[in-house]
């Protein structure tokens, strides 16, 4: 019994899952919250947008942290389910990872499980405490992520040198400039000016400020580094026929999806520049029926720049070569003619760690449901693109959002 | 815990100051870095190939703050992914210049390898690579 929405796209059956849902804590240091107590309060406000209760929800999905492998063997052996007391109700309660991309692994995972009937309504929960981690445990633990310890390990590989590896390249194929690259992050801070929930909410910056600070790893200065955050972000998942009985006329459903894993170790990537987004891409809107400029608005995975430069190209949005430059034009500026990563991203709202990709993808929701706020919710919005990757950049994912109607 | 065979055949070679690619003895194709099945074909009969040492310098960078536990002494040093002239390609560590400094690198620049004492690859076991001769900047 499928309903005619909004949109000629939106005909949707009684298992079509859509997104009902989202809530998120402000990023930062917040040495005074706890995992647990971020875990249950954002689950919470999550459930409270989709008109639920923890007795609604059927499964939880864990997206993992990275403070701590304790706390994270907590969410693996399924505490959420007691702190949320729902125990004895619950029918699943596990984790998925993939590092950055996590968020979309999750959704497809989340989507089969709807459609299949495997799961009716889903909680997907993330919780970091970066911010106020060791750092220099985390840089260690950053160090040996994604990085073999066989073939690069004995370099001394890290990952401000990853994204400096694919910065240089990239600037080398495409003539951008040290000043094309400082753009995207000065894009993302304009952004995180209307965020509440944004480390660098109240901090401007500019060009010049980017170009000024330290040389950390050629081509990278310090303030385009991504800073570690605190952070919790959740969202929830139900078939559509489930939130039509519910009377929840706003929800967004998945138009298409697609990836690339293009490698695994950074010295094994045969175009560093262009990474996996147009074979991701291409599978993507072949399924949506749609493309690029069909979208209002994109919400793409930027723990460097050049990571969201080359996406933005990739998936279409600009001419090949010129992803830093279009940020330079001001395009994806609040007020732009295609906003993009409305919520700050990784490098102004604060890397939460496997969560940076999932503040995104929530953001990409919220403006879809129309409940981003006045300050930067994006008119009338219905399409956006969401695009993930995280580790050694070792994999490019792409989601297409749109908001369904009645 | 024991060294997998095909990670100390690549570094005993190393401190021979030769660069080894691994070679699938029946497809005859080169594998990077070395897997324990030939990727092509699945076989499990893997050899070796000396490589010519010669290549090109895809990307670099120069790290120079955050170095990973026990490489702090070691800050500023480059980091470079090199494809052999064979066709396969690597991380390795980037040779200095006389100043100390990397500015003689640039990207799709001819690069070699550069052989290191066995008591370097001991310690760090990677491969080095200079600029070709002749062709700094």
New interface residues.
């Given amino acids: 019994m499928a309903t005619q929405g909004a949109l000629a796209t939106s005909v949707q059956s009684e298992n079509d899952p859509v997104f009902v849902g989202v809530g998120e804590l402000p990023s930062g240091r917040y040495p005074n919250r706890s995992f647990i107590g971020d875990l249950t309060h954002v689950a919470l406000l999550a459930l409270a947008d989709a008109g639920m209760k923890p007795a609604d929800v059927d499964t939880i999905l864990l997206i993992p942290n990275l403070h701590s492998f304790d706390a994270q063997a907590d969410l693996v052996f399924s505490r959420m389910v007691e702190e949320l007391g729902i125990a004895g109700q619950a029918k699943a309660s596990f984790m998925v990872h993939s590092g950055g991309s996590t968020s979309d692994n999750v959704v497809r995972t989340a989507a089969g499980l709807i459609a299949s009937g495997h799961a009716r309504t889903i909680l997907v929960l993330h919780c970091e405490r970066w911010g106020s981690a060791n750092l ?1 445990d985390m ?2 633990m950053l ?2 992520n994604g990085i ?1 310890a ?9 990952f ?2 990853i994204g ?3 910065t ?2 990239y600037m ?2 495409t003539g951008s400039t040290p000043a094309d690259m400082a753009a995207v992050c000065v894009t993302l801070r304009k952004w995180a000016q209307l965020n509440p929930n944004a480390m660098y909410r109240g901090k401007t910056l500019t060009v010049e400020q980017v170009l000024a600070s ?7 200065h ?1 303030m385009e580094c991504p800073m570690l955050a605190d952070g919790a972000a959740a969202f929830v998942m139900t078939s559509a026929g489930n939130a039509r009985a519910r009377g929840l006329d706003s929800r967004v459903r998945i138009a298409g999806s697609g990836g690339c894993v293009s490698h695994y ?6 175009d ?1 520049a262009a990474l996996g987004w147009a074979k991701a891409a291409e599978d993507a809107y072949a399924q949506a029926g749609w493309g690029p400029h069909d979208a209002q608005l994109a919400e793409i995975y930027d723990s460097y720049a050049v990571v969201t430069a080359i996406a933005v190209e990739g998936l279409g949005m600009c001419a090949k070569g010129e992803g830093a430059r279009w940020f330079t034009s001001g395009a994806a500026d609040p007020g732009g003619t295609f906003p993009c990563n409305t919520n700050g991203g990784l490098l102004s709202a604060g890397h939460t760690g496997v969560g940076g990709g999932t503040a995104l993808l929530v953001e990409g929701i919220r403006q879809l449901l129309w409940r981003a706020g006045p300050e930067r919710q994006v008119e009338g919005c219905v399409r956006c693109i969401i695009g993930g990757s995280g580790g050694s950049y070792m994999d490019s994912q792409v989601l297409l959002l749109e908001r369904a109607g009645a | 815990m024991a060294v997998d065979p095909i990670v100390s055949a690549f570094r005993e070679a190393l401190g021979r100051g030769e660069l080894l690619v691994q070679r699938c003895e029946d497809c005859g194709k080169l594998n990077m870095y070395p897997r324990h099945a030939c990727p092509f074909c699945q076989s499990f009969r893997l050899g070796w190939a000396k490589s010519e040492g010669r290549g090109t310098l895809i990307s670099y960078t120069v790290l120079r703050f955050g170095a990973p536990e026990g490489f702090e002494h070691e800050l500023p040093y480059a980091l470079g992914i090199v494809r052999l002239d064979e066709g396969v390609q690597l991380l390795c560590r980037l040779e200095p210049d006389a100043d100390g400094g990397w500015n003689h690198f640039a990207c799709d620049q001819p690069v070699a390898f550069v052989a290191k004492p066995a008591e370097e690859v001991q310690r760090r076991p990677c491969a080095w690579f200079g600029p070709a001769a002749g062709t700094g900047h």
């Fill in positions: 220099a840089v260690t160090s040996k073999p066989e073939w690069e390990l004995p370099t001394g590989l890290q401000n040198a400096a590896l694919i240089q390249r080398a194929s330290r040389m950390v790893a050629d081509p990278l310090a170790s950074i010295g094994q990537e045969r560093l």
